[in-house]
């Protein structure tokens, strides 16, 4: 099996555009700034989307994955357009996984709309319900004999502005153990896909505020070369071989940032992670895991 993980691609509304930021606040003029910095590099992200799936067809990918942070602030037209970009993978559970990441549920107000949920609802599928523990999270997809992909949570609405720590939770923990110990899942290799990164570039732990609380417990359940933890939120891609404390990690950057583009071809074996390459969208291998 081939799963083509990209993650970040941030689509980004140009919020100079957006009629209530035209009320002149000093405030919003100067958030605007940082935003057209924003804005520029996410200026294509919707053809650089396009061009990822182009490449998944064109590289016989399996699965798509997309490890969160599909918007930059969760605005709904953001998410209509990250869904238009994916085209019709946005409705196929078969060939396509997504998660949140922080950036999707961004304020209170698409958190409680359900942004997320509403604009990727064909997608939010599990094939063994029996192990969901908070709404559809463990979303478990068994695909063909050997491999099982398991998408969780970890964004969650920042009680403070700035602060961008992921927890999954001992609910979703506990569902992801019980999930592991299912006898259809012990041929199989786990991808779990979750925003926050375990580990840095480095191999450490990210900071207090960014990172991912509880990656020690994720680690106790997914170690070892039949699993892998796809994630996101670090703008960066990078890969850390499996041992036997912790899974493979496979960190997607951010796919679109412009000047930085990319995502990891993934390959699936025997119910063991193969390794992976790094790519960029419309070209070759530009290096190998
Ligand atoms: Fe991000
Ligand atoms: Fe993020």
Aim: charged share 25%.
């Amino acid at each position: 099996m081939r799963i083509l993980h990209c993650s970040d691609v941030h689509v980004t509304l140009d919020y100079l555009k957006l009629p209530l930021l035209k009320l002149g606040w000093r405030r919003w003029i100067a958030l605007g700034e940082l935003w057209r910095g924003r804005a520029r590099a996410y200026s294509e992200a919707g053809d650089t989307i396009r061009q990822i799936v182009r490449d998944f067809h064109s590289l016989g990918a399996d699965h798509l994955i997309v490890s969160g942070d599909l918007t930059a602030y969760a605005l709904p037209g953001e998410f209509e357009g990250a869904r238009a970009a994916l085209g019709e993978l946005a409705s196929d559970p078969r060939r396509c996984t997504v998660i949140p990441g922080n950036h999707d549920v961004y304020t209170p107000g698409a958190y409680r709309d359900q942004r997320f949920e509403r604009t990727f609802q064909p997608l939010l599928r599990s094939d063994l319900p029996e192990y969901q523990r908070e709404g559809i999270w463990p979303m478990v997809r068994l695909w063909g004999e050997d491999v099982a992909i398991i998408g969780l949570k970890s964004a969650r609405v920042p009680a403070v502005p700035g602060l961008s720590f992921g927890v999954i939770g001992r609910r979703q923990l506990g569902g992801l153990r019980d999930a592991v110990n299912d006898p259809r899942l012990s041929e199989r290799a786990v991808v779990v896909v979750v925003h926050h990164a375990p580990l840095t570039r480095r191999g450490r732990r990210d900071k207090l505020h960014h990172g991912l609380a509880d990656k020690d417990a994720l680690f106790r359940i997914a170690r070892g070369p039949r699993f892998a933890v796809l994630h996101g939120h670090i703008h960066q891609r990078y890969h850390h071989a499996a041992t036997e404390t912790r899974p493979h990690l496979f960190g997607a950057g951010s796919s679109t940032q412009r000047g930085r583009e990319g995502y990891w071809l993934i390959e699936v074996e025997r119910g063991r992670i193969a390794g992976g390459r790094m790519l960029e969208p419309g070209a070759a291998a530009a290096s190998a895991a």
